[in-house]
């Protein structure tokens, strides 16, 4: 088989014979590669000019639902991934993490576009910043998508995760992709693509593959274009050097080499739920895709005292491991992704022997089950020793890209937290102890050094997701060494393809611009109470001024006796004016809020289906009895659910007193029907 770019909308091989690209498991040839012919700058071309246009006309929603599909369709062909993917040396739960983990990540950001993000093209970043005396000059922070491509350039280990963690929140943001797979593992991406491309879900040009070499596409791109990279630390400083990304200020983010560890606490000794918790860590860690995972634990730090104990146990489970055919239902690890990778780790390995001792396995010798041991690239796990972590280097300094691992003792927590340190930058960490103060402690510590950290015990464990499972909804990546870019991380992760932008103006052209209503913006009062306009009829900066309601001290007490809050503030007189935030009685501010909804609340039957919650709710001055209170109500945001026949609707509330003064603040949330469905809702009443 040759493999394929898709460029320009359609398929095209390379103009040369290529390379071959070999089973990890029998050395037999999968597919040839080549990028030879392509035509890279009418792949940026295509990607800016028509993937992207077509992306931006899309509303976070719809891109959402193209995820959703997209999941939802690959789903249907799991069966062919998996069957390629054996190929690679993965076995059936390794192929699990590849592919049904990147499906996941598909439906998980579907699920975050709907819920968090607006039905809009652009997204509002935090509130309003009032920059003038009056308020006519206003500021808002806003994300758009960039108008450029992303490159993604994925690693060997995850032909089909690495490329879809990064592909899910690229278009999700509303930017075309490139994506540019490692050869070696190529052919399993290469076919995914084709089922995406044969779904017929994304728009055209939003999805590009390279097989093969990148020839100058990185010459090509601009201040506008993002490269996403997942590899050594050597190659990402490679590219980030590459003198047209540095001329153009090309937005870079790399996920790298990754020394993680596993810190035992001192209180985990043999025997207790979290020493066995660390053991049956480890050992996943070093087998799951034979080791061959960017947050593998590499360095196991452990109590001095628990170390004799930990290394017996490790070696013995060690032991029991099966390397072999990962087709084989009986087997435990599967082969690394070549040959040369397999030489590769072997060279680490002395280089870390010259500091440690292996205290389990043989990088020459070990039995493989139903496969050729020479013709495919399997490794049996390792486990080093390392008396004086201290003073060595190589294991804060060298990592074996396999399942190898090195046992670190330590005599004291900040001697643990010192070493977890020398790792320089890691994707992952975790801590395992039942003693709070202890997790405190090495997690205040260990925080700088590392992107994400896992804090397990008996507790958790049953449904903590391990130490090297990196979920879409929390940031993947980490500080130095490690790359510094911070993928994933649910809609952080998204915001990574858009552009930040600060916009000044009025608030009503603020309003404009981002759909999204600003306080000192127009506002205009329809001729019929605003909860009786449907969805469509309903205006951003719709507003209801109120009639006035005079707090009493006989509705202060009615609320307390209803609602059982007797707090000294609402009751005693004495009591209150002793607090030095009152000058009497005050009301409550829940009745504040209770109070508001009934000046504000249109009782009859109408498009209002429901109240679902108050967002940043504030009481700014206390409210005493005789004080009179009215509402203004304004339609801030609207958020249409097209699969559910109704939106939602952000309102802006201010409850001010006869004086003018705002005495509360915030944002009231309503689901409003759309006027089909409230044809529905009354067809279905009537024939009822």
């Known amino acids: 088989m040759k493999l394929e770019s898709f460029a320009q909308g359609r398929w095209q091989p390379g103009a040369d014979e290529g390379n071959a690209l070999l089973s990890a498991v029998n050395g037999v040839p999968v597919a040839r590669i080549s990028s030879a012919g392509l035509d890279f700058a009418g792949m940026v071309a295509y990607a800016r000019n028509v993937g992207g246009a077509g992306l931006r006309r899309l509303t976070f929603h719809q891109r959402a639902a193209m995820l959703k599909a997209l999941a939802k369709g690959l789903m249907e062909h799991k069966r062919d991934f998996y069957s390629l993917s054996t190929s690679t040396g993965a076995t059936r739960a390794d192929s699990w993490i590849d592919i049904d983990g990147g499906i996941s990540t598909l439906f998980v950001y579907s699920s975050k576009g709907r819920r968090e993000l607006p039905n809009d093209q652009v997204l509002v970043d935090g509130p309003a910043e009032i920059v003038s005396r009056k308020g006519s000059f206003v500021g808002q922070h806003i994300f758009t998508p960039m108008r450029g491509v992303a490159v993604h350039i994925n690693a060997f280990n995850f032909p089909c ?18 994506v540019k797979p490692a050869s070696s593992t190529a052919y399993l991406t290469e076919l995914m693509v084709r089922r995406i491309i044969e779904l017929d879900i994304l728009p055209e040009g939003a999805l590009q593959l390279i097989c093969g070499s990148t020839g100058d596409l990185l010459g090509l791109l601009d201040c506008q274009d993002v490269v996403s990279f997942t590899g050594s630390k050597t190659t990402a400083d490679k590219l980030r050097q590459h003198p047209n ?36 860590e480890i050992i996943g860690e070093i087998t799951s895709k034979a080791g061959q995972k960017c947050t593998a634990i590499r ?35 599967g082969a690394l992704a070549s040959l040369a990778q397999r030489e590769e780790v ?6 870390l022997a010259a500091e440690g001792e292996i205290v389990f396995g043989d990088t020459q010798k070990f039995d493989v089950i139903d496969a050729d041991p020479e013709k495919g690239a399997f490794f049996a796990p390792v486990l080093l020793h390392c008396e004086n972590p201290g003073t060595a280097s190589a294991p804060h300094d060298v990592e074996a890209f396999g399942p190898v691992a090195t046992v670190l003792p330590y005599d004291d927590l900040d001697q643990a937290a010192r070493l977890a340190h020398r790792g320089a930058g890691s994707l992952a960490g975790s801590i395992y102890t039942h003693d709070d103060e202890v997790a405190r402690a090495l997690a205040l510590e260990l925080a700088p050094y590392h992107g994400r950290l896992v804090l397990i015990n008996r507790d958790c464990a049953a449904e903590s997701t391990g130490h090297g499972s990196p979920l879409p909804h929390l940031v993947h990546g980490g500080p130095g060494r490690a790359g510094g870019s911070e993928e994933l991380g649910g809609i952080r992760g998204v915001k990574h393809y858009m552009q930040r932008t600060a916009l000044q103006g009025s608030p009503a052209t603020l309003t404009a611009v981002t759909n999204h209503w600003i306080r000192g913006g127009h506002q205009h009062e329809p001729a019929v109470h605003p909860f009786m306009l449907t969805f469509e009829e309903l205006q951003i900066g719709d507003t209801l001024n109120t009639a006035e309601r005079e707090i009493t001290i006989a509705d202060i007490e009615k609320f307390a006796d209803l609602s059982g809050d007797h707090f000294y503030a609402h009751m005693s007189e004495a009591d209150a004016t002793r607090n030095p935030f009152f000058d009497g009685r005050v009301a409550h501010g829940y009745f504040i809020v209770s109070a508001a909804a009934g000046l504000f609340v249109h009782a009859p039957f109408g498009p209002v289906l429901a109240n679902y919650g108050l967002d940043n709710l504030r009481f700014t001055q206390p409210v005493y009895p005789g004080d009179r209170l009215k509402v203004r109500l304004s339609c801030k945001q609207k958020t249409y659910r097209a699969e559910h026949g109704y939106g939602e609707v952000r309102w802006d509330t201010e409850v001010t007193n006869q004086d003018g003064e705002i005495v509360a603040a915030y944002d009231v949330l309503t689901m409003v029907a759309t006027a089909d469905k409230m044809r529905e809702i009354m067809g279905t009443q009537e024939s009822g």
Do not use: H
Request: overall charge negative.
């Open 299 to 333: 360095r196991i730090i452990a109590p001095r005292e628990s170390s004799a104990a930990l290394v017996s146990v490790l070696a013995e489970r060690l032991s029991q491991v099966r390397v072999g055919n990962p087709a084989n239902k009986d087997i435990d690890m």
């Open 161 to 178: 995760w690495g490329m879809l963690e990064k592909l899910a929140p690229t278009l999700l943001a509303g930017m075309p992709a490139i």
């Open 245 to 280: 990304i540095i001329a153009n200020s090309v937005r870079f983010a790399a996920e790298t080499d990754s020394l993680n560890c596993a810190v035992l606490g001192p209180d985990a000794v043999s025997g207790t739920p979290e020493f066995d918790l660390y053991v049956d």
């Open 346 to 351: 072997r060279e680490r390995v002395r280089e």
